[in-house]
């Protein structure tokens, strides 16, 4: 007999018939059975009722609410309380009484879910604070989990402060408001800030009333943007807007600080009702305008960095925090309009010449073009009057065309001195701007910076050939080009306009001329110094007829040496006759 029997002694009045026929102690396996369920609850299905929580690990948590036995709910159900222990009462959604395994089926989920508005409808009511687990990031914010519902944490609303990485408060568990729910669409929108707002703005009343202006404070680097850098000084934040960060230019504040970076600002103002704090951190550094050398002067040359340009101009940095302005008419000895553009752009590194200098306004002006000979202090021996040049078109008037021989120096070719024969109307009729034109110095205006060029004279001057050529009387050909209310311009040979009337252009049948006709045409007037020649075609028909006319009563009338004939001499004898008849008796008689 082994150690574990051998102390065992059997019931002397225990009935074994009893106890196969399902009997013990004189009680029926039914009435046992009904008397084992009364102690449990009544589970009904699809009911909320309230359990003890058993255990809990990673994956599932075990609740008991009387039942026969206990239900088994996934552990992610309860992520938004980590602090979940067992011997906790929670409530649980009854889902199914036995299923196919005999197992309770539980859900907490659903339990909050069937409640769930009625509970965030009175945190709001209450402005209660609740916990929420923050499931996922979405757009503009985060998804958080309250009694089960989803509802939605503007990432403005998560602190106090801009946010850099939600990532970090994803399967986080924090405290919450809500601040605000759609009935309608069963939205629901909470707030973490707001639970620190109240304690900040205590903290934010009391720093700003021991602020002064000038005063220096230590603070750390929160946010940079495009315009500033924000500076949390222990509960209150203050903006060192990008002109505050440094004399010299800056066009990234990345570039001076860096975030979480522990700096050291100046107050320069503040506003206590909106609660904004000016910063500066420059001004902890003396002004480059005070370190610069007391040499320096006007005419000395300095090099430095284009750092901004403009149309009418470049600053040009030529130390940090001390600039001087290139206008753009200091860019060239050009008269022309141009902007700085043309000349420089940002980051190109220049020498200059210090036109100007004011220490107390911290202003400079500076030139480049002052680097270069001026082209007009030898103008008369570069470009001495006669010489030919070839010249660029810069553009028209009316009254001629203005041309460049090099950068600075213009001149102007009058339109009657384009061409020697051909009448110009407009410039543009001649050339075109940008196109290059041959040109010779007629004359030299230094004090006005200006040059009288001609074109024509480099030919010489075909009037003086025209002169014997295009006599008064001659008959040429020409061509009608242009017809107007005043008359014709007419093309001629060697490439010389003329002019007629329109009383010049009748036709011997008694038609008009009309354009693109080729006629012959007499010259009646000549002028060399005004270039005009007047022509008339009805003179070359009409000429001829009159002459033949003159001509034919020369040949009817007497020679002077002619006897005069005698006829019926009574009738028409006059006073003179009388006196010639008498003197002719007299020699007769003489001869006698």
């Known amino acids: ?26 009680v029926s396996k039914e009435e046992l059975d009904k008397a084992y369920d009364e102690t449990l609850n009544k589970v009904s299905e699809h009911q909320v009722v309230d359990g003890k929580v058993i255990s809990v690990d990673k994956k599932e948590v075990v609740v008991n609410i009387g039942y026969k036995s206990d239900g088994i709910i996934p552990a992610s159900e309860f992520r938004y309380n980590p602090e979940l222990k067992a011997g906790d009462i929670v409530e649980v959604y009854v889902e199914n009484a036995e299923d196919k395994k005999g197992q309770l089926v ?26 929420g687990y923050i499931k996922c990031r979405t757009k503009g914010g985060m998804i958080v989990d309250v009694f089960g519902i989803e509802a939605f944490l503007p990432g403005s609303q998560i602190d106090v402060h ?50 002064e202006k000038g005063q220096i404070l230590e603070g750390t ?71 610069l050398d007391a040499n320096l002067k006007v005419g000395d040359h300095v090099k430095g960095k284009v750092v901004v340009i403009a149309d009418y101009g470049a600053f040009v940095e030529i130390q940090p925090g001390v600039e001087g302005l290139i206008h753009v008419s200091e860019m060239s000895w050009s008269q022309h309009l141009r902007s700085a553009q043309e000349f420089l752009k940002v980051g190109d590194e220049v020498e200059a010449v210090i036109i100007t200098l004011d220490r107390d306004e911290r202003k400079m002006s500076l030139g ?24 660029k078109v810069r553009n028209f008037t009316n009254f001629g065309v203005f041309v460049e021989l090099e950068e600075g120096v213009d001149g102007l070719i009058h339109i009657s001195d384009l061409s020697w024969t051909k009448k110009v109307k407009h410039p543009s009729e001649f050339t075109q701007v940008g196109a290059q034109i041959d040109v010779v110095v007629l004359d030299i205006d230094k004090e006005n910076r200006r040059l009288s060029l001609g074109h024509k004279q480099l030919e010489e001057n075909p009037w003086d050939v025209f002169e014997a050529k295009y006599t008064v009387g001659s008959i040429h050909e020409g061509k009608i080009v242009e017809l107007m ?51 008339s075609h009805s003179r070359t028909f ?51």
């Open 1 to 26: 007999m082994s150690e574990l029997t051998k102390n065992v002694q059997p019931l002397q009045d225990f009935d074994w018939d009893q106890y196969e026929n399902g009997m013990s102690a004189n």
């Open 106 to 131: 539980l859900s907490h989920k659903k339990a909050r879910m069937s409640k769930s508005w009625e509970r965030v409808n009175a945190a709001l009511e209450s402005q209660e604070v609740i916990n």
């Open 162 to 211: 801009p946010i850099r990485d939600y990532d970090q408060f994803v399967d986080k568990t924090m405290e919450f408001k809500i601040v605000k729910i759609n009935q309608e669409f069963r939205n629901v929108v909470v707030s973490h800030k707001a639970l620190i707002e109240a304690e900040l703005e205590a903290q934010k009343q009391e720093i700003m009333s021991k602020l």
């Open 221 to 291: 680097v929160k946010n940079i943007t495009s315009y500033g850098v924000f500076v949390d000084l222990g509960g209150v934040d203050g903006l060192i807007h990008i002109t505050d960060l440094s004399w010299g230019r800056v066009d990234d504040p990345h570039k001076v600080v860096e975030l979480d970076q522990k700096i050291n600002v100046v107050i320069l103002d503040f506003d206590e009702e909106k609660k904004r704090i000016a910063l500066g951190l420059k001004q902890l550094t003396p002004h480059p305008w005070d370190a």
């Open 368 to 391: 480049i073009k002052q680097l270069k000979e001026d082209p007009w202090e030898a103008i008369d021996v570069k470009y001495p009057i006669g010489s030919k040049h070839t010249a």
């Open 485 to 535: 209310e005043k008359g014709a311009v007419v093309q001629l040979d060697e490439d010389v306009e003329g002019f007629a009337t329109p009383k010049h252009l009748a036709k011997e049948d008694g038609s008009q001329a009309v354009q693109g006709e080729t006629l012959p045409f007499k010259v009646i007037e000549f002028n060399k110094d005004s270039k005009r020649i007047i022509l």
């Open 542 to 592: 009409e000429d001829p007829k009159r002459e033949e006319k003159a001509a034919a009563k020369k040949a009817r009338a007497p020679k002077k040496d002619e006897a005069p004939k005698i006829e019926n001499v009574a009738a028409s004898t006059t006073l003179g006759d009388i006196d010639v008849l008498a003197e002719l008796k007299a020699k007769m008689e003489k001869g006698e």
